[in-house]
C-alpha cells in the first residue's frame, strides 16, 4: 500500500553533486524512519543512511559519512539524500525504503541510477 518513488539520479562528474529525492504516500510518513541503500552490478545491497521519525536521528555508512546528508521534509512526505564529492566507487542503483510496524524496511522505491565519471 505504501508506494515510495525516487528521482534526482543522473551521470555527473567525479567531484560533483547530486541530490535524490523519495516521495511517499500511503501511510503517515513521520511516524517511521527512512533509509538509503544502493546497489552496483554484482554487489550486493548496501546501506546507506537512514534517519529516524520522530526527532530524525540520522545515521550513514562509513563510505559517505561527511559526504552524503539525509533528511526529511514532513509535510511534503519526503525524503532527501544529498550526494556531494561523487566518487567513481559511489555509482550504484540508489533505492529508498521505509520502516513498516515490524520496524524492518517492509516499503521499497523502484531505485535511481547514479552514475560518477572519473
Known amino acids: 500500500q505504501v508506494q515510495l518513488v525516487e528521482s534526482g539520479g543522473g551521470l555527473v562528474q567525479a567531484g560533483g553533486s547530486l541530490r535524490l529525492s523519495c516521495a511517499a504516500s500511503?501511510?503517515?510518513?513521520?511516524?517511521?524512519?527512512m533509509g538509503w541503500f544502493r546497489q552496483a552490478p554484482g554487489k550486493e545491497r548496501e546501506f546507506v543512511a537512514a534517519v529516524s521519525g520522530g526527532v530524525a536521528l540520522t545515521s550513514y555508512a562509513d563510505s559517505v559519512k561527511g559526504r552524503f546528508t539525509i533528511s526529511r521534509d514532513n509535510a511534503k512526505n519526503t525524503a532527501y539524500l544529498q550526494m556531494n564529492s561523487l566518487k567513481p566507487e559511489d555509482t550504484a542503483i540508489y533505492y529508498c525504503a521505509s520502516k513498516g510496524v515490524t520496524g524492518s524496511y517492509d516499503y521499497w522505491g523502484q531505485g535511481t541510477q547514479v552514475t560518477v565519471s572519473s
Open positions: 500511503g501511510r503517515t510518513f513521520s511516524n517511521y524512519a
